[in-house]
């Protein structure tokens, strides 16, 4: 196998595994709606890397760095997703903080949802402007000039994109399992307050980003 590829495997794997944005989200819908919620958040989380493959690719990273109110907007956007998640999770913490249930109706009439926990995951990842940046420093140094950029990118983001998924739904799969102990209303509700504040200070911290 292509030494190079080592080069791209380990320290992608060590991002991945490494507590972030991606995280928090994963833990904080897999304790919403159970393993399910949290692993199509994944899937959505994940699918966002062959966007910012393609970006990178086609060099259009690069127009959106050098415009300054571009790369601004999608940061606020971003950072506005996260605080939005942030809020959400703090009301639910100041109910009851019950969780969702796959396949009947929770308390105060809502459902789980695929599209919700795909999109959440989808958006979360799309609109965050590092993941672009760091796309558009990191995937380059392993792309060969003599072949395709775009197929290539698209290799490694596919990558990415498994072990990612790997981890998320193990992480999702070992919130659930301790969903009895979660089940305590005191607690569901400690831990969306906790998870909101965290998402509240990641999209803060994202909108002052430089």
């Not at 380990?10 to 709606?33: A, E, S």
């Not at 809502?110 to 999109?119: E, G, K, T």
């Given at each position: 196998?292509?030494?190079?590829?080592?080069?791209?495997?380990?320290?992608?794997?060590?991002?991945?595994?490494?507590?972030?944005?991606?995280?928090?989200?994963?833990?904080?819908?897999?304790?919403?709606?159970?393993?399910?919620?949290?692993?199509?958040?994944?899937?959505?989380?994940?699918?966002?890397?062959?966007?910012?493959?393609?970006?990178?690719?086609?060099?259009?990273?690069?127009?959106?760095?050098?415009?300054?109110?571009?790369?601004?907007?999608?940061?606020?956007?971003?950072?506005?997703?996260?605080?939005?998640?942030?809020?959400?999770?703090?009301?639910?913490?100041?109910?009851?903080?019950?969780?969702?249930?796959?396949?009947?109706?929770?308390?105060?009439?809502?459902?789980?949802?695929?599209?919700?926990?795909?999109?959440?995951?989808?958006?979360?990842?799309?609109?965050?402007?590092?993941?672009?940046?760091?796309?558009?420093?990191?995937?380059?140094?392993?792309?060969?000039?003599?072949?395709?950029?775009?197929?290539?990118?698209?290799?490694?983001?596919?990558?990415?994109?498994?072990?990612?998924?790997?981890?998320?739904?193990?992480?999702?799969?070992?919130?659930?399992?301790?969903k009895q102990w979660m089940s305590n209303p005191k607690i569901k509700r400690s831990l969306d307050g906790v998870t909101g504040s965290i998402m509240m200070v990641f999209g803060v911290k994202l909108a002052l980003y430089r």
């Open positions: 196998m292509d030494p190079l590829f080592w080069t791209f495997l380990i320290p992608i794997t060590l991002l991945t595994l490494t507590p972030g944005v991606d995280t928090v989200l994963i833990i904080r819908n897999t304790t919403r709606g159970g393993w399910w919620d949290g692993a199509l958040s994944s899937l959505g989380i994940c699918s966002g890397l062959f966007v910012h493959a393609v970006v990178s690719a086609v060099g259009i990273s690069v127009i959106l760095l050098q415009s300054a109110w571009a790369f601004k907007a999608l940061k606020l956007a971003g950072a506005g997703y996260l605080i939005w998640l942030g809020i959400v999770s703090l009301r639910s913490a100041a109910r009851n903080g019950e969780p969702l249930k796959l396949g009947s109706q929770a308390k105060g009439g809502r459902h789980f949802s695929a599209r919700r926990s795909l999109l959440e995951g989808f958006l979360s990842n799309v609109l965050n402007p590092k993941a672009v940046v760091f796309y558009m420093a990191f995937l380059p140094q392993f792309i060969d000039p003599n072949r395709s950029a775009l197929h290539q990118s698209l290799f490694l983001a596919g990558v990415h994109f498994t072990i990612a998924m790997i981890w998320q739904c193990l992480l999702a799969s070992i919130v659930h399992r301790a």
